[in-house]
C-alpha cells in the first residue's frame, strides 16, 4: 500500500521558517494535483494550499505571501516553504496527492500521516 510520507516539521520560533516535503513510500508512477492541510487542535482540517500537476497555485488569504508550494514532478515530490511563521500556524500538516502507482492504473487520492510543525517562543 502506497503511503505518503511528510517530513520537515518541528519547533520554531515565530517569524522563522520551516520547508516540509511529501513524498511516497514507494516508487510511483506519477503524483498529479496535491495539496497541504492542516488541523490545529479542536478545529477542523483546512485547506492550506494546493497545486495542479501544471504548476497552478493557491493559498488559503492566511498563509499568502508567506508559504510557497511546488513540486518536482521528476522526483514525485511536493513541498511547502513557510516563512515568517506564526504562532497561529501551529497544527499538524497534512499533505494529500493524486497518485498513480503505475501507468496503467487509475489515480487515487492518498494521505499522509501528518508532521507537527509547532511556533512558539
Known amino acids: 500500500q502506497v503511503q505518503l510520507v511528510e517530513s520537515g516539521g518541528g519547533l520554531v520560533q515565530p517569524g522563522g521558517s520551516l520547508r516540509l516535503s511529501c513524498a511516497a513510500s514507494e516508487r510511483i508512477f506519477s503524483i498529479g494535483s496535491a495539496g497541504w492541510y492542516r488541523q490545529a487542535p479542536g478545529k477542523e482540517r483546512e485547506l492550506v494550499a494546493r497545486?495542479?500537476?501544471?504548476?497552478?497555485?493557491d493559498y488559503a488569504d492566511s498563509v499568502k505571501g508567506r508559504f510557497t508550494i511546488s513540486r518536482d514532478n521528476a522526483e514525485n515530490t511536493v513541498s511547502l516553504q513557510m516563512n515568517s511563521l506564526k504562532p497561529e500556524d501551529t497544527a499538524v500538516y497534512y499533505c494529500n496527492a493524486l497518485i498513480r502507482r503505475y501507468s496503467w492504473s487509475g489515480p487515487l487520492y492518498y494521505w499522509g500521516q501528518g508532521t507537527q510543525v509547532t511556533v512558539s517562543s
Open positions: 497545486i495542479t500537476t501544471g504548476g497552478s497555485t
